[in-house]
């Protein structure tokens, strides 16, 4: 097992940026570190000093929400950062939220050794996404030995013993070594000055135009997770080319329809655009299609004996003349690592013989954020111009069988 954590803290670098910081020098950046905030329009203060521009950035991320659970901070409590930065694995592990995070948390954690429980408030795990994605990734982690309980709150904890006993809202009590909190995150916008420049952020996050400037304030922008739009990477990547063309003089406005997403559980839960959920709650009459992509193309059998491949539905609306798709979901994959450092053609998965924990990967479906990857292509479509995107998920080692698509009528955008 430490080899495996050898090779993680290699992969994020020990959290050392100096690498990146030189990077930046090199080109002509001065890099101030220090706990920096507004003092004004066009002003920010740091160790002490002020610093002036004509455009002022504002990309201070977000922060783990934790949910408001008496005697959280009598016990052992780890966010996103301490769990995957952990040298040691606790025997039982009690996760607090059951979205992406906290889906990919208790596999490894699960296949590392420990007895982990998730609790979920709503009633479906990745409530964001289709049910139906909730529901299949439940019975993926439920058949690898781990318990999930949705539609509870944690609601109480206290110390017990060496470890800690949570309690939830229906008086059942949950005995655990330590407290995981994957309930989402939260946008950082305390304490960074923004009285200054007379903006009040909102209940989502820092209210930006879809120039991505800040509170329609000339020369102050926002991007990332801080803005609450989408708390992706490839959001803040897509943020600041919109901001980066903006100050360099030319208009460009964000469109956040089409956002692609991934979860790198086992299988994976991916998806692009709107749930029919969330069409039918914005009065788009939709029609769906769900396909089995294990029955219908062979690629998912070159990765697995048995393997698993279901797209949630994807959706398209409008009549005849007019459609669009709005969205589209899969379940299933896998990912397998590349050799170890210095070890071409190494396995961890074989490295980590009875654990099962295969190492994920960063998307690399979206190297150009969103609207600039995948296939862009003018056409026909009924007799209206349409703009097509079409991309397939990728990982280092699988491709995905399913399509995510979406595509919108231009001439009903005009």
């Not at 690399?364 to 600039?372: C, M």
């Not at 862009?376 to 097509?388: A, H, K, P, S």
Request: aromatic letters at 6%; charged letters at 30%; one cysteine or more.
């Amino acid at each position: 097992m430490k080899e495996l954590f050898d090779y993680r803290d290699y992969m994020i670098r020990n959290l050392d940026d100096s690498g990146q910081v030189e990077g930046y020098e090199k080109k002509g950046v001065t890099v101030v570190k220090g706990e920096g905030r507004l003092s004004g329009p066009g002003k920010v203060e740091v160790n002490g000093e002020t610093l002036e521009a004509e455009h002022v950035i504002v990309a201070t991320g977000s922060e783990p929400n934790v949910p408001p659970v008496e005697g959280l901070d009598e016990v052992t409590v780890w966010t996103n950062r301490e769990a995957t930065t952990t040298r040691e694995v606790p025997d039982r592990i009690l996760i607090i939220g059951g979205g992406p995070n906290g889906v990919e948390a208790s596999q490894w954690l699960s296949r590392f050794g420990s007895e982990v429980t998730i609790v979920q408030s709503p009633e479906s795990l990745m409530n964001r996404e289709d049910p139906e994605a909730g529901r299949l990734i439940k019975e993926a982690l439920e058949d690898e030995g781990i318990r999930v309980l949705t539609g509870r709150k944690a609601v109480k904890a206290r110390k017990e013993g060496e470890g800690a006993a949570v309690e939830l809202d229906d008086g059942a009590e949950i005995e655990t070594d330590v407290v995981v909190i994957a309930a989402g995150r939260k946008p950082r916008t305390e304490g960074i000055g923004l009285e200054t420049v007379g903006v009040e952020p909102t209940d989502k996050g820092l209210p930006i135009d879809n120039h991505c400037r800040l509170d329609g304030i000339p020369g102050l922008w926002a991007l990332g997770d801080v803005t609450g739009v989408a708390l992706f990477t490839h959001v803040a990547l897509y943020q600041g080319r919109i901001v980066a063309d903006n100050i360099l003089g030319k208009e460009r406005r964000a469109d956040y329809r089409g956002i692609p997403r991934v979860a790198f559980s086992d299988p994976e839960v991916a998806a692009c655009g709107l749930t029919g959920e969330r069409a039918r709650e914005e009065g788009i009459d939709i029609a769906a299609a769900t396909l089995d992509v294990t029955k219908a193309i062979a690629r998912p059998w070159t990765y697995e004996e048995d393997p698993r491949g279901t797209p949630v539905p994807r959706s398209r609306s409008g009549a005849r003349g007019s459609r669009r798709g709005v969205g589209g979901g899969a379940f299933g994959g896998r990912v397998d690592p590349p050799g170890l450092p210095g070890r071409p053609g190494a396995d961890l998965n074989r490295e980590a013989s009875g654990l099962g924990c295969p190492v994920p990967h960063l998307l690399r479906s979206l190297p150009g954020g969103i609207g600039e990857t995948g296939a862009l292509e003018q056409t026909n479509f009924n007799g209206g111009r349409d703009w097509i995107f079409a991309k397939q998920l990728r990982t280092s080692a699988w491709v995905s069988s399913a399509v995510t698509w979406a595509h919108k009528s231009w001439s009903e955008s005009r």
